[in-house]
């Protein structure tokens, strides 16, 4: 188990929790950065090399590389306790490959991401459909969809980026 002192601790590495830590350290903030998967970008930019990844993108993620942030791939946050009157914060991790860390911290920002909001609607389950999300997690496996008719409907954060 390890404990570690900060500042802010920053749940998620995607864009959000990307441009916080990077807010954060530039105000001189001691910053740890957990994020369940092995590498920064969250859902949108996951499993992408930063060659592959567009400019605002790779502009991001480059700032947080020059910064003191802490940033730890492959944990999962499993307990966050609020101290009684001094407010502290205290954020317990399990690390994939095994153990525990501790996290003791004044601030907490949860940068958990955008996920689909699906209202299953008449159709949803025919051959063809599917939510936003199925489409950018197709995508994302090297589903193409070039060539054909696509129809996407909706609001949400989800559906920008898909569609581009």
């Known amino acids: 188990m390890s404990a570690v002192a900060a500042d802010v601790v920053v749940v998620g590495a995607g864009p959000a929790g990307i441009a916080a830590a990077v807010r954060a350290t530039e105000a001189r903030r ?9 590498n920064v970008g969250g859902q949108i930019w996951r499993h992408r090399s ?3 990844l567009g400019t605002d993108a790779r502009t991001w993620v480059d700032r947080l590389s020059r910064t003191n942030a802490d940033v730890r791939g492959g944990v999962a946050v ?14 317990v991790a399990e690390r994939h490959l095994g153990g525990v860390d501790v996290i003791r911290a004044s601030a907490l920002i949860i940068a958990t991401g955008a ?11 025919l051959p063809g459909v599917t939510g936003i999300g199925g489409a950018q997690a197709l995508l994302k496996q090297g589903a193409t969809f070039r060539g054909k008719r696509v129809v996407i409907a909706g609001t949400g954060p989800l559906i920008l980026p898909v569609a581009a």
Request: charged letters at 25%.
């Open 50 to 52: 930063i060659a592959t």
């Open 78 to 91: 499993v307990d966050v306790i609020v101290g009684g009157e001094t407010g502290d914060i205290t954020v």
């Open 115 to 125: 996920r689909e909001r699906f209202i299953p609607f008449p159709g949803w389950t």
């Open 30 to 38: 001691r910053v740890v950065v957990l994020d369940e998967a092995p």
